[in-house]
């Protein structure tokens, strides 16, 4: 609507709609290009989310979401970008076609020679009839830059799939690094005013309502319409970018210096399951439950940061992260620890690493809820491990602020040696309840969810066995996968009247199937209430 007016009459007689249809995509890139930065601002997420959640829990777990925007964000950009570069393909086919038919009487071609001398304001950027849109394209502001923006764009979101995330990351790391091109080119794009419109001053002496159909007449001194003369507006996208670039540039100095900071590692154990645990000091760290750090091992790579749950709990004075050895990265994370050699790697001999972090999650409610249920699935259990340690440290010390009265805790793994490590964990909380007389406190869940023959034969052989022949534990392990409609409905009879926290950290599939219990099962006298972990 902002280009029907009058002063883009004379544009629009070049254009026709294709000039709204570029411009209006142009203004929602750059609203979205604003938005894309702030979601991964880490430190002012968690500083927003320890200011929100005194407020309103529910808008503070909408931060939760902030790679879900992202991405949202970025699908909006991709769109507008691809409108936006359709309609100004049109526009310079348009352009040409004015150059190239040239007849007097024709106001397309007569509006395309204005401005043909020094200095003159003109209305079409294509300037002679001997060259081409794709000339124009390489020798201007404005297509250089397009053309550098779209480039980077596709390399970006190419790379952003899941399939090339997962597999190869180092590629989807280095290359989402274009951004910094994107906004260069973003910032400078609108410098080369292609599109122009009538000046004010213009208008005054040549209304296109009086002016148009006597174009014969322009700039005679018997006629009282001038040549109209145009000029671009001037570029204001930097308005809209400076702000969340200054923001991210904040965040990221944030980063460098606690990059700075010392981290020792103090211990490192190899599970048999290729999951590596790093136990780690670091002066004035802090940290709640299912909070999460980025580590960063200069020896490997100095430019990538990892994520990882935090798996020890508030009240150690360490902090712990399992990693399981899955890409290339933690791999050489893995040797650097001395994992593929068969002695203790000496302490001075261990990696430096860099922590960027803790930053919260929708762990740290956990404790708001009188019944709670956590559901992991495979290496998805880490948050847990910090809820269940700092849960029996808040009983043992008798501290009197712990709201939660019963956790049941659902683990679904898919191989035997994943139980490895957390099963420790699982039989020394077993042992000390069953000592306090707490064994009604935490109620456990653990399934196999596949297995191979051999493994079956051995499990038939010790069912009978006092301890569980995977976990060692006295609950014996569950083959195949819940039945969440019985679980969910078991849970909300032993709890009428209550808010039911539901925890998980896993698959997006598990989650809906959650999510989806957790509606129907909300009913007057009991609520489930959904909480989707990041990581």
Known sequence: MAFLVERWFYTRVLLGQALSWARAPAACLNFNCMLILLPVCRNLLSLLRGSIQYCSRTAARQLDRNLTF????????????????????????????????????????????????????FLNPIRSNETSPTIVMFTTIAGLTGVAITLALILIITSSMEVIRRSYFEVFWYTHHLFVIFFIGLVFHGYGRIVRGQTPGSLRTNRPDRCANRFDDWGKNESDCAVPEFAGNPPGTWKWVVGPMILYVCERLVR?????????????????????????????????????VFIQCPSVSRLEWHPFTLTSA??????????????????????????????????????????????????????????????????????????????????????????????????????????????????????????????????YNIYLTRWKETEAAHFRVHHEAEND???????????????????????????????????????????????????????????????KENF
């Not at 900071?261 to 211990?267: F, G, H, P, R």
């Open 70 to 121: 992202h991405k949202l964000v970025a699908y909006m950009i991709a769109f507008h970008t691809a409108v936006h570069i359709v309609a100004h393909l049109f526009n310079f086919e348009f352009f040409m076609d004015a150059q190239l038919k040239r007849n007097s009487s024709y106001l397309p071609f007569i509006l395309s020679e204005i401005g043909t001398g020094d200095n003159a304001s």
């Open 256 to 292: 460098i210096y606690r990059s700075h900071q010392k981290v020792v590692i103090t211990k490192v154990v190899m599970h048999p399951s290729k999951t590596l645990e790093l136990q780690m000091k670091k002066k004035g760290f802090r940290m709640e439950v299912g909070q999460y």
């Open 469 to 531: 022949p995977i976990t060692g534990l006295k609950q014996k392990t569950l083959y195949g996968k819940p039945n969440w409609d019985n679980e969910f409905t078991s849970i909300a009879s032993k709890h009428p009247g209550s808010k039911v926290g539901v925890f998980l950290c896993g698959p997006p599939q598990l989650g809906k199937s959650l999510e989806k219990q957790c509606l129907s099962h909300s009913e007057a006298d009991v609520k489930f209430i959904f909480n």
């Open 314 to 443: 508030p009240e150690e004075d360490y902090f712990t992260a399992h990693i399981r050895i899955v890409g290339d990265w933690t791999q050489a994370l893995y040797e650097a620890c001395g994992g593929d050699k068969p002695e203790q790697q000496e302490a001075w001999k261990l990696p430096k690493v860099a922590i960027d972090g803790p930053f919260g999650t929708a762990s740290e409610d956990v404790f708001r809820y009188e019944v709670v249920m956590l559901v992991g699935a495979g290496i998805g259990v880490t948050p847990f491990a910090s809820i269940l340690k700092s849960v029996w440290y808040k009983h043992i010390q008798n501290n009197q602020e712990v709201f939660t009265k019963k956790i049941y805790f659902y683990w679904l793994c898919p191989e035997t040696q994943a139980f490895e490590w957390f099963a420790d964990l699982l039989q020394s909380l077993e042992r000390q309840m069953a000592d306090r007389d707490m064994a009604d406190f935490l109620s």
